[in-house]
Each structure stands twice: as C-alpha cells, then as structure tokens.
C-alpha cells in the first residue's frame, strides 16, 4: 500500500466528511470516482489521477445539513439516504458523470421520493433487486423495502417492523448449505437488541427465520 498525498476539495463545502462509498469505475471511460457523504450533501470526486483528486460533481441535500449521510450503488444509479428531516430517498444517474464539462457540477437528483422522511442506513441487495432502508420514520424504524427492477423508480413493496429498530442490514440471495432457504433474499438486520434474520424472498410478506 503507498500514499499518494492529501488534497483539499472541500473548500466550498462544509469540512464534515461523514462516509465514503468505495471506489466506483465508468464502465466506458474507465474513470474512477468515490462518492463522499458530507454535511450539506453527496459529492463526487474524480480519480482519474489519485494524487490529484478533484472534485467533480456535488449534489445538495434534499433539505437541510446533516451530519449523517448513507449512499449505496446499484446498476449505475447512486441512493442517497439522511437523517435530515423531509430528505426522503435521492436517486441519481450516475451515466451523466461522462458528460460533465465544468467541474464541480451541481447535480440534481434525477428521481426523488418522499415515501419516508429521513433514513439511518440505505442496503442493497443486488442479488434480489431490493433496497431497504431503515431506521426510517417508517414501520417502528425497520426495514422499508423497494423493488429496484426500474433503477430510477423505486417502488416501494413492503416493510417488517415486528424486530424493531433497524441500525444496520445485509441483504443477500442464500447459497449456503441449508437447502430449506437456498436462493432464497435474506436480510441480515442490526438491530437494537438482537441479529434479526429475515426471509424477504416475498418482500410484500417479510417474515422472520
């Protein structure tokens, strides 16, 4: 592992970096970006050359600053989540980075949905085509689950609030060795006082393992 140096690209922005999604390539320029939550919203850094990071495209909060942020990816399509009051669901295309001309670019969600005010943690399980998102205002704080067959609609499909509060989730189709949930969505949820495993393979019916 080697440093490559530190960069200020915040200066604009408010100094608070809350979570960083990984490293993410275009799949036709080969161009690698990490997308930042930050207090005022999701920015977009390019590192085209890692010693040089800059920041390429922001896109403001839905409301107001937060000093909780969570964004996953899923078929070329960011989801951002907030604790921010009203801030909902942001999807945004991500297909439009290639285009960019000026930087930073002030982006605009290209979907947004108000179906929960405010969210802890956004989960994606690829396998299945889900989103959930918990630790909303929503089914005691559990999981609110979305079909993600459209990327840039969501539609919401069902919720399990009987575990309670969920601080955290994984969501994976089963391929392990009980044959009795083989294939199978699972949800693996953090809960406030216990792991709840869940069955989502009917997400409009969750139930319990």
Not at 86 to 114: K, M
Not at 119 to 130: C, F, K, M, R, T
Not at 164 to 172: I, R
Request: no cysteine; aromatic share 10%.
């Amino acid at each position: 592992m080697t440093f490559l140096g530190v960069q200020h690209i915040f200066d604009n922005w408010s100094s608070l970096l809350i979570g960083i999604k990984g490293v993410l390539q275009d799949p036709v320029t080969g161009v690698e970006y990490a997308l930042v939550g930050e207090r005022q919203g999701l920015a977009i850094v390019d590192l085209s050359d890692p010693t040089v990071p800059f920041l390429a495209a922001f896109m403001p909060t839905q409301t107001t600053a937060s000093t909780w942020r969570d964004m996953k990816v899923y078929a070329d399509h960011a989801y951002v989540v907030s604790e921010a009051n009203g801030h909902g669901l942001q999807v945004l295309d991500l297909n439009q980075l290639r285009e960019l001309s000026e930087f930073p670019a002030t982006l605009e969600p290209t979907t947004w949905l108000d179906t929960f005010s405010d969210a802890h943690n956004v989960i994606i399980d690829e396998g299945s085509g889900l989103l959930y998102a918990v630790g909303t205002n929503l089914a005691g704080g559990g999981i609110v689950a979305f079909d993600l067959s459209d990327p840039v609609s969501p539609v919401l499909v069902g919720d399990y609030s009987e575990a309670g509060y969920t601080h955290d989730a994984q969501g994976v189709v089963y391929n392990g060795p009980d044959s009795d949930f083989a294939g199978k969505s699972i949800i693996f949820g953090a809960n406030a006082n216990k792991l709840a495993i869940l069955d989502a393979t009917d997400p409009s019916d969750i139930a319990m393992v």
